[in-house]
């Protein structure tokens, strides 16, 4: 990864960590992701941290493996579906080689703009190509796009959970064989596993979706899949055909 490592320690966004207590999950934070995690990436956490959506980053547990995979495959060519802030996005930023490039696609540009100053002090805008768009048409246009049916290495997906199955159908044609896609949020806060009227109103939409999703995932012969239970749980699938 680029850019130097954080030595200071933060607290853990709220109610993240699907493990069996929070110090738990403070432990593994503060030993292995946090000492590792680079300056510019805990500058963007802390300047999310005051957003009033911040819970919505990606959990710095998840993002750490997604570096991994990254740098394991050597992917170079990736797509971001979700990017609000930009935590993700600056992770994959720093964990490509320079001359890497990601489409990052957001219907809010207002929120990558936040998180934008850091990016460009962390010397990786020219990486990446922003989309300000819903993500179906910008992906159905990248499929359209001459060149680009399994040209992408890597894609991490990180946005409305109604639409995962929809986007993977279109991942599955831009990512190479033995190229990764990474899911978000696939344990939804733990309510995929819990009576249906426990579920919160609000989140009912959400669990419904990934549990289905999960399912079809699982029954997808097209992939490996691992459904990791770091941050809110995140879904790797390797392209396999
Ligand atoms: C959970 S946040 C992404 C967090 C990000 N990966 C990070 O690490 O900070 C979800 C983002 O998806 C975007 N989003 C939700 N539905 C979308 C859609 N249909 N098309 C495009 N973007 C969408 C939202 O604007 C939001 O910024």
Not at 39 to 62: F, S, V
Not at 157 to 166: E, P
Not at 192 to 210: K, L, Q
């Amino acid at each position: 990864m680029e850019g130097e490592s954080s030595k200071r320690t933060a607290p853990p966004p709220p109610s993240k960590g699907l493990l069996q207590t929070p110090e738990l999950y403070q432990y593994v934070l503060e030993t292995s992701v946090f000492p590792r995690e680079p300056q510019q990436l805990k500058e963007l956490r802390d300047l999310t941290a005051t957003h009033p959506r911040a819970m919505m980053a990606t959990a710095p547990d998840a993002a750490q493996l997604m570096g991994l995979l990254i740098k394991l495959i050597d992917a170079k060519k990736t797509i971001e579906v979700g990017v609000f802030t930009g935590y993700s996005l600056l992770l994959t930023a720093l964990s490509i080689p320079h001359d890497g490039k990601i489409t990052a696609i957001d219907m809010s540009r207002e929120s990558y703009e936040i998180g934008l100053p850091v990016i460009q002090k962390a010397g990786v805008e020219h990486k990446i190509e922003f989309v300000e768009s819903e993500a179906l048409p910008a992906l159905d246009k990248l499929v359209k796009d001459e060149g680009n049916e399994g040209s992408y290495d890597f894609a991490y997906v990180d946005a409305d959970k109604v639409n995962y199955w929809n986007y993977h159908e279109r991942l599955m044609k831009l990512v190479r064989v033995g190229g990764i896609i990474a899911y978000d949020n696939t344990l939804w806060g733990g309510t995929v596993a819990i009576p249906p009227d426990s579920v919160a109103g609000s989140h009912r939409g959400g669990t419904e979706a990934t549990i289905q999703f999960n399912k079809s995932l699982a029954a997808d012969p097209r992939v490996d899949i691992s459904l990791t239970p770091l941050g809110d749980g995140i879904t790797i699938c390797r392209r396999i055909y």
